[in-house]
């Protein structure tokens, strides 16, 4: 039999015995001799069937297939190398098949003799059918079976399809037929998928996931930092044979690291000790349609194509057909989406094609830069026409769109365009500073910060070629822009206001109308980062105000995903979640139209809505955005890696995993105080000292809090801290003390209002206050319903189930009488304030419970009072709210921003 998977190919594991060699058998689906239930007929002998030498048990692809296996078909569909067989060997070695279990695996070309393989392999396994119905005789009735049908592509004989067809619709009620295949074969598929009873397995499912690559390192016994085995996750795309070659060849080296690094600037696969180039051109690319390899070997040159784009780039007038056959066949290109209907070529694949073009198209590839660069420009792209331009040598060209872009090239931020070699400067760029300033716009894009520096020294060093005002206002633009990619939001400031003020002396010499808006836009958006920075909301939302007005003005679609960007990072500290999600999602999708697939601003939309699931207790969401925003720069991008550290950090330790949490956080302990951002220096020390409350060090955590009280003094999330520690060491009066203070000072953020609320009414329970607590935890609840706040009260639901369960006492037992909290009262007055006559605190929580199923008698069990007074305040609410049935009431509420 061919080894068609990458693991036995590259790992030297004992290959398969089954159907290797046709056994002498007698005619088709003759009845052979019978087999104990539960026996195991993998071809030959199942003792001589062998996994790969390093194998990691995939639990939670088992368990698909101990669901799948009940249906009548299984299609585990996907290119070579994705673990197909080795899934099947693992699921049926370790006896999870249902009974009877035969596996036939076919050779390439074998025509007619397939039926004679599968009869063989049926006769082994004890599955004796009869000839002209194929009924399965001999077996129990509620007997069940599988057969596995490995590299079902290389049937081709429409007879032996037919057959195994009309076997698959006879016996599917008996046995479980799992089909394992590159390509989705010629079977009528539709007839059970119609009818529910197709399972279905593809690449996405079959890739390894984050914790996935992190047992193979841990199984080749591969030490790797944890933002390396991200990056090998990232670059791989978890395809498992590439992710096992990798670290294969890691094996014994004392630098690791290097072939992650090699892999992510795309010359990893180039070297024989690695070995990726043959397999994916014998494997892959040697089998696809010549025209369709054409088509990819030309447009590898661009990080995304569209139908429109290939046309442009090769000519072809089947762009559309061919794009949408490279992403059916073997999964090379994903889609997309956007408005041009974007396809991304797997990474790994890119690297082998671009490497493929430098030597049989370095020619022609000028040209294929150019048409690019042609196409871009035409349809409002200017950051990738301005790259492919300066790629192609069109200098002329490259003059051009930085003399029309500059302002949004600028103010736009970084790109994560893969890494390349930068373009050759002509002879006579120390003349031309205009062409320097594109090229160094060019450097930053394909991550090459010390040539973009170059570059703008040269400008500046150039005799000006335009009037002295607009060229100063370039020159300021330009240092503006390598502010902003360095994420120094101090220098971004200073050359923002710098920017400002030239583009008012310059005023009327711009070659564009728009130009000056566009610029203005770029400065303000660089102050409001810069106010964020610093922890100054109210002066970066005006800024931010002016910014995304400018922007949109202006036109300046990059600038506009940029502004969406930094509202959304606005919203999300003020506790406005669903509009920091909304603005989030404007990003990504402003991008995706853009065919923009990593940037920073990419990665930055990505962590916003981490942190909006995470306060929302969505933590398997939060990972995946996680994975999402960290990009496999290597080294990793400062601050993407930090912020991107840190969001893990704090999901492990929301997750209970403090270990994991400690470990994650750790490279950042090593800052000394006041080295990173505001905001990221105060989640980060608040973690530590919540880690260290979780160990049992309560001085520690007190430490840490004072060291950054001293550096960030009165911050909400530091008399949270307290709180919690105070709780810890039962000193309830201590934290209701500082809660008190935090909830009558301006706080900007609703998230740190429901956590002082939730915790606060924690403080009162103790207290024995149980009528104060469960007015703060109404409270609390009412203002966590309108953003879907949850994490305050993550592992705290007993106590409050208890506490409203209860029935209030006529005294308490000790009184601490809660200040009434400004903030919360604002909030309420926003909701209430459409209202003539606004809903009491207990009307509102009845109204939250009119949105259940709940009825009036267990509405009254809850509240711990009788039928009739939920009534009345149903009676209430209709009447406030001008309505007649729960319902209206409900829609209502939410129209109001009550519920």
């Known amino acids: 039999m061919a080894h068609n998977d990458a693991a036995e190919r590259f790992l030297g594991s004992p290959g398969w015995a089954a159907g290797s060699r046709a056994p002498e058998v007698r005619p088709a689906l003759e009845a052979g001799p019978s087999r104990e239930p539960g026996a195991a007929g993998l071809g030959s002998d199942p003792e001589q069937s062998g996994l790969p030498a390093v194998h990691l048990q995939r639990e939670r692809l088992l368990e698909h297939l101990d669901a799948a296996v009940g249906h009548p078909v299984t299609l585990v569909c996907a290119p070579t190398g994705w673990g197909k067989t080795v899934l099947a060997a693992s699921w049926i070695r370790a006896g999870r098949a249902p009974g009877r279990t035969a596996y036939v695996r076919f050779e390439p070309n074998c025509g007619a003799a397939a039926w004679r393989q599968l009869a063989a392999a049926l006769h082994t396994a004890g599955i004796a059918l009869d000839p002209a119905t194929y009924a399965w005789t ?88 944890r933002h390396f085995r991200h990056s090998l996750w990232h670059v791989t795309e978890g395809w498992p044979a590439a992710a096992a070659v990798a670290l294969s060849a890691m094996v014994g080296r004392h630098e690791p690291e290097r072939i992650v690094t090699d892999l992510v600037a795309g010359e990893a696969g180039l070297t024989e000790q690695v070995g990726l180039t043959e397999y994916m051109q014998r494997e892959i690319l040697a089998h696809l349609d010549p025209d369709v390899y054409d088509v990819m070997l030309r447009t590898s040159i661009v990080e995304t194509v569209c139908p429109g784009l290939v046309e442009a780039i090769t000519g072809s007038r089947t762009a559309t057909r061919q794009l949408a056959q490279a992403s059916r066949a073997n999964a090379l290109a994903t889609f997309y989406g956007g408005s041009h209907s974007w396809y991304r070529y797997r990474r790994l694949l890119r690297s082998v094609l671009r490497a493929e073009v430098r030597t049989t198209l370095a020619a022609e590839e000028h040209g294929l830069h150019r048409a690019a660069a042609g196409w871009y420009a035409a349809n409002g792209l200017p950051g990738d026409a301005l790259v492919h331009a300066a790629l192609g040598a069109d200098w002329v060209s490259a003059e051009r769109l930085f003399l029309q872009y500059w302002p949004e090239l600028c103010g736009s931020g970084p790109r994560g365009m893969a890494p390349r070699t930068g373009p050759q400067p002509p002879d006579d760029i120390a003349q031309r500073p205009i062409l320097a300033f594109a090229l160094a716009i060019c450097c930053r894009d394909i991550g090459d910060p010390a040539g973009m520096s170059a570059f703008i020294r040269l400008g500046e060093r150039a005799p000006a070629e335009a009037e002295a005002p607009l060229q100063a206002a370039i020159l300021a633009g330009m240092r503006l822009a390598e502010a902003v990619a360095a994420e120094d939001p101090d220098r971004g400031a200073e050359a923002a206001t710098r920017l400002l003020h030239r583009i008012d002396e310059a005023a009327g010499e711009h070659l564009y109308a728009d130009a000056a808006d566009a610029a203005r836009a770029a400065a303000h958006l660089a102050l409001t980062s810069a106010a964020i920075a610093g922890d100054a909301l109210d002066r970066a939302e005006a800024a931010l105000e002016l910014g995304a007005a400018l922007a949109r003005k202006s036109g300046f679609n990059l600038l506009i995903i940029q502004a969406n960007r930094q509202q959304g990072v606005v919203y999300l500290h003020r506790g406005r979640l669903s509009a920091a999600a909304a603005c989030a999602r404007r990003v990504l999708d402003g991008s995706r139209d853009a065919g923009i697939t990593e940037s920073r601003t990419i990665s930055h939309a990505r962590l916003l809505l981490v942190e909006v699931c995470r306060l929302r207790g969505q933590l398997d969401e939060a990972r995946f955005h996680l994975c999402e925003s960290i990009t496999a720069e290597v080294p990793p991008d400062p601050h993407g890696w930090v912020s991107g550290i840190l969001s893990l950090a704090v999901l492990l330790f929301e997750a209970g995993d403090c270990s994991g949490s400690a470990e994650t956080l750790d490279p950042l302990l090593g800052n000394r105080l006041g080295s990173m951002p505001p905001l990221t220096e105060v989640t980060a020390r608040v973690l530590h000292a919540d880690l260290c409350l979780a160990e049992g060090r309560a001085e520690k955590a007190l430490t840490i809090l004072d060291e950054l009280d001293r550096h960030c003094p009165g911050h909400p999330a530091v008399a949270l801290a307290r709180a919690r520690i105070a709780l810890a060491e039962d000193r309830p009066e201590m934290a209701a003390g500082a809660l008190r203070s935090l909830l009558t000072t301006p706080s900007p953020s609703l998230v740190a209002g429901v956590a002082a609320g939730v915790l606060l009414a924690q403080a009162l329970h103790r207290l024995g206050d149980t009528t104060g607590a469960t007015e703060q935890i109404e409270v609390a609840l009412r203002l966590a319903a309108s953003e879907g706040v949850r994490l305050p009260f993550l592992g705290n639901g007993p106590w409050i189930a208890r506490l409203l369960e209860a029935p209030h006492p006529a005294a308490p037992i000790v009184r601490v009488e809660p200040e009434p909290a400004e903030p919360i009262q604002d909030m309420f007055a926003v909701a209430a304030g459409q209202m003539a006559d606004p809903l009491t605190e207990r009307e509102t929580l009845v109204l939250q419970y009119l949105r259940s199923m709940l009825s009036i008698a267990e509405i009254a069990a809850v509240l711990s009072v009788s039928a009739n007074t939920v009534k009345t305040h149903v009676r209430h609410v209709y009447r406030k709210l001008g309505v007649s049935r729960r319902r209206d009431a409900v829609r209502r509420g939410r129209e109001l921003s009550l519920i």
């Open 138 to 225: 001999g077996a129990r009735h509620p007997e069940r079976a599988a057969v596995v049908l490995d590299d079902l592509h290389n049937v081709t004989n429409r007879t032996v399809l037919r057959r195994i067809e009309r076997l698959m619709t006879r016996l599917g009620d008996r046995i479980g037929f799992l089909l394992l295949a590159r390509s989705e074969p010629p079977l009528s598929l539709y007839r059970w998928r119609v009818r529910g009873q197709l399972t279905e397995l593809r690449a996405d499912h079959l890739a390894f996931t984050q914790p996935e690559i992190d047992g193979l390192a841990e199984r080749f016994e591969v030490r790797l930092p």
